[in-house]
């Protein structure tokens, strides 16, 4: 048992040599910085993919491993990126403002930049007032610090609640899935205060950094999201490894025996929750940047399921399957919807994949939950080996079952 | 002969009475146990035992009545399940419930007596008196060979044994057991009545049983249920005399 972190789980060593090598190659290809290979668009489709593939890990802990099926964690994304957004946004329209009141003949006043920006942000909804929701908007550090305060405070509210009422199962999702829609319904009034269905835009342009053209911001925001996907990695590889992994597997096979052990299983449910919520936000904070634009349909329900379909098609209780799973199902999607998928003609009937994808995905899915319960991480898992787990060592006996040098040794 | 209650009184139930739909399940049962000793509950079915179980172990709530718990008297109606076995009430149920995705390292890892809270759990390192414990426990229960394995292979009777390790590894100072001599064989039965009645010198064991000759062997007190409350309580050979006994229980 003495052990190193990694000796005990070489996956985690060799997801991030992957990641390391995916993040390098990309690098290396980029128009900032290399050859050129890989236009700035797609650069910034992969830095999203790194993004989608962070809030999948978090799914993966709180479904996975915990058994929790939330469809309410993309709505934490969603408000990591507004969080975020309103500083971008402000900041950028601050800069504008002053350059373009630096030809007035007396200097701007403060209140003039203020009232400035105010009213190119908000001409658009009508309004003349910033409100108070932007009293931090202004501060870098202040709205960083918002985007895990308000993810974070708000999981722990519904998730107490909701555990507290000791609310389980599909009744669970249907409630996380209320708090989603409530949510994006609000976000859609203009007097909500962030834009109504406008939402935010403009997020690509870094405040301070109006000379660095995008090539260059997209490659570095790729690059921050992989740092931060190979964190949120290892973070979650070595919450669940240990015995809190045991604890919570324990709970999402059977909570009310964790009770009679004498686990308080909604504290674990919750610190889960509030876990998955705040590696969410983050996802989200990264991911708007590079997307540009977030409007509150971003908060759709229907965000919360493809995170879960991306999971179950990657593997639940796999990190590194929800990570494929994401990766791999989010990419195909921007390939089938993009357009960029030749039509299939049938003859009498012509495939446009753009109509037919999301069938596609359907019946993925349903196979996938049909034929290969642990997705696809199972399926790479049942053709590298048998399904017997590694043992090591040699057998002591002549029966194929029969006791191996480790295992005599432990 | 019977084995008399010794030390103060662990756990007290007075005036207990549960009603389901209509169904009085419990009607006004009082019981006590004391610190080290065995204990049997017999009864026919419906008679209330697990309701019973059920009650102290804060599954179920009663209606009225109350439960006290150790010299300084709390109650237990007051604490959730997960409160009620931190305090020391361990519940061994009829079918053996492991985690079998997990190995019975695993599994007994996390019934070792530890602080239970997400962050106290974070913060856990194995150390070397846990990693012996567990191996001692393991041992205990004749799985000392088998730490490694994922305690889904294991047989039903391995798994019945190992979740008696958890409970032991749990410490608790009442123990619960419910139908301990289900499905066993002679053999199996002979090696949990020692264990049980070894448990019971350190601490409070209570048996629901139906089986009579296995009480039988058990040699201690028994509290007869009958209805939702104690139609009588001594020894066994006091309890099968009783007329009433003989009448709803054994029939005839």
Redesign the interface.
């Given at each position: 048992?003495k052990h190193s972190f990694f000796a005990k789980n070489p996956s985690v060593l060799l997801f991030l040599a992957c990641l390391a090598l995916f993040t390098i190659a990309v690098t290396v290809m980029s128009e900032a910085w290399g050859l050129s290979l890989i236009p700035t668009s797609f650069v910034k489709t992969l830095g999203k993919t790194l993004c989608l593939c962070l809030v999948a890990l978090a799914m993966d802990l709180i479904w996975g491993f915990t058994g929790i099926l939330s469809l309410g964690h993309m709505a934490f994304f969603a408000i990591g990126g507004y969080m975020i957004g309103m500083w971008l946004m402000y900041a950028r329209t601050e800069e504008i403002v002053i350059l373009s009141l630096a030809n007035s003949p007396l200097p701007a006043t403060p209140e003039e930049i203020r009232q400035g920006i105010t009213s190119q942000i908000f001409g658009v909804v009508g309004s003349s007032e910033l409100p108070p929701i932007w009293s931090f908007a202004h501060s870098l550090p202040l709205q960083l610090l918002l985007v895990l305060l308000v993810p974070g405070l708000l999981a722990l509210v519904f998730g107490w609640l909701a555990f507290r009422s000791r609310v389980t199962g599909v009744y669970l999702s249907i409630l996380t899935q209320a708090m989603t829609l409530t949510l994006a319904l609000w976000l859609f009034q203009n007097d909500s205060g962030l834009r109504g269905n406008n939402g935010l835009s403009g997020l690509q342009n870094i405040p301070g950094l109006g000379q660095t053209s995008q090539d260059v911001i997209s490659i570095w925001l790729f690059l921050a999201s992989a740092l931060a996907l190979a964190l949120g990695y290892l973070l979650l590889s070595s919450?669940t490894s240990?015995?809190?992994g045991?604890?919570i597997?324990?709970i999402r096979?059977?909570e009310?025996?964790m009770?009679?052990?004498?686990?308080?299983?909604e504290?674990?449910k919750l610190?889960v929750f509030t876990l998955a919520a705040l590696i969410a936000a983050i996802a989200g904070a990264l991911y708007y940047p590079q997307a540009g634009i977030i409007n509150p349909a971003e908060l759709a329900p229907i965000a919360s399921i493809y995170l879960a379909v991306w999971v179950a098609i990657g593997g639940r209780g796999q990190l590194w399957g929800a990570v494929l799973g994401a990766a791999l199902v989010s990419l195909l999607s921007s390939w089938f919807t993009g357009g960029r998928a030749p039509d299939l003609p049938l003859g009498f009937y012509t495939i446009k994949w753009v109509d037919w994808w999301l069938i596609l995905l359907g019946l993925g899915f349903v196979c996938v939950t049909l034929f290969a319960p642990q997705g696809l991480a199972g399926l790479l898992q049942r053709l590298a080996g048998p399904l017997t787990?590694r043992?090591g060592g040699a057998p002591l006996g002549p029966d194929p079952g029969a006791?191996q040098e480790?295992?005599?040794r432990? | 002969m019977t084995g008399q209650t010794t030390g103060a009184t662990l756990l007290e139930a007075s005036g207990l009475s549960v009603t389901f739909d209509g169904y009085r399940a419990i009607r006004n049962l009082s019981f006590a146990i004391g610190e080290r000793e065995l204990r049997a509950i017999i009864g026919p079915n419906g008679a209330g035992k697990t309701t019973f179980m059920d009650i102290i172990?804060g599954k179920t709530r009663p209606d009225e009545g109350r439960v006290l718990w150790g010299p300084l008297s709390r109650s237990l109606l007051a604490m959730?399940?997960?409160?009620i076995?931190?305090i020391g009430i361990?519940?061994k149920f009829q079918r053996p419930?492991v985690?079998?995705?997990?190995t019975v390292r695993?599994n007994l890892?996390?019934?070792l007596k530890a602080p239970?809270?997400?962050f106290a759990?974070?913060r856990?390192?194995?150390r070397r008196p846990d990693?012996d414990r567990t191996e001692t426990l393991a041992t205990q229960v004749g799985l000392g060979?088998a730490?490694?394995?994922?305690s889904g292979e294991l047989s039903h009777g391995q798994k019945q044994w190992l979740e008696i390790g958890?409970l032991l590894a749990?410490e608790p100072k009442l123990l619960l057991v419910d139908e301990p001599a289900a499905g066993m064989t002679l053999a199996e039965r002979e090696q949990t009545t020692t264990l049980l009645t070894e448990l019971a010198k350190t601490r409070a064991v209570v048996v629901v049983e139906h089986d009579m000759e296995f009480v039988r062997r058990l040699n201690c007190r028994v509290t007869v249920l009958h209805e939702g409350s104690v139609l009588a309580e001594g020894s066994l050979d006091h309890v099968t005399a009783n007329p009433q006994v003989i009448e709803v229980y054994l029939g005839r």
């Open positions: 048992m919450i240990g015995k809190f045991s604890v597997r324990a096979d059977d009310t025996r009770r009679f052990l004498g686990y308080p299983v504290s674990y610190f787990p043992r006791l480790k295992e005599a432990e | 172990t959730n399940e997960a409160q076995a931190r361990g519940r419930t985690f079998e995705d997990q695993e890892i996390m019934a239970r809270s997400p759990v974070l856990w390192k194995p990693l060979q730490l490694s394995r994922k958890m749990q």
